[in-house]
């Protein structure tokens, strides 16, 4: 579907919500205070995988009351529609060295689990007091490679899912819900 297609279609291929803005908000502030408990006093930095997560990543950290510090990488492992290309690429990296911290990866779904896999060999070769891994999402059906999450915030079927930064063409990440995206139509 070309881009013109995909505007014309855009409120028809939303097919449910399946989470919904006030059950995303309640989850975050419980994640947000394990966080709080587990981090107090020790550098903490929040590293978000863009683009998906930056809308997780932007709430997260709002609810996160020790000091933190906040970072941005961009791995991208998906053609635009709904397929895995199956490569990582790291296409923006992170500008600070991690040595000294308490690392935290927020992310906004885990599919394959080949993205978070491949990042976290990445930094975990950098040496940080610690790495651990927070995401929106996961969909443990459709994993690929043996990665799991430290931490799931919302665990779902396989369905191509988008909103609340998750896209399908680099549209629907401005949606405040989760949604169900229709692949019929
Ligand atoms: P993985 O490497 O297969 O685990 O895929 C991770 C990335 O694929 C995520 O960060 C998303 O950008 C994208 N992705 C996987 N599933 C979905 C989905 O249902 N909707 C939108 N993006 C997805």
């Known amino acids: ?7 014309e279609n855009f409120n028809s291929k939303i097919k449910r919500v399946l989470i ?3 059950e995303i908000k309640s989850a975050i502030k419980e994640a947000a205070k394990k966080i709080d408990e587990s981090y107090d006093g020790r550098p903490l930095l929040l590293v978000s995988i863009l683009n998906g997560a930056f809308v997780f990543m932007a709430d997260l950290c ?3 009351t020790v000091p933190c510090e906040i970072a941005f990488m961009c791995a991208s492992s998906y053609y635009s529609g709904t397929q895995s290309s199956g490569i990582v690429n790291i296409t923006m990296d992170l500008k600070q060295d991690i040595s ?3 690392v935290i990866i927020v992310e906004d779904i885990v599919d394959t689990g080949r993205t978070l ?3 976290v060999k990445l930094l975990r070769a950098r040496n940080p007091l610690s790495l651990r891994v927070i995401t929106l999402l996961d969909k443990p059906s459709r994993r690929i490679v043996d990665f799991n999450p430290d931490m799931a915030l919302f665990e779902i079927e ?7 930064g998750l896209d399908c063409g680099e549209m629907y990440r401005n949606l ?9 139509k």
């Open 62 to 64: 709002r609810e996160i």
């Open 1 to 7: 579907m070309d881009k013109t297609e995909m505007i």
């Open 176 to 184: 405040p819900y989760i949604a169900e995206y229709d692949e019929t």
């Open 20 to 22: 919904s803005e006030d």
């Open 158 to 164: 396989d369905r191509f899912v988008i909103g609340y």
């Open 100 to 102: 000294g911290y308490h």
């Open 117 to 119: 896999n491949d990042v």
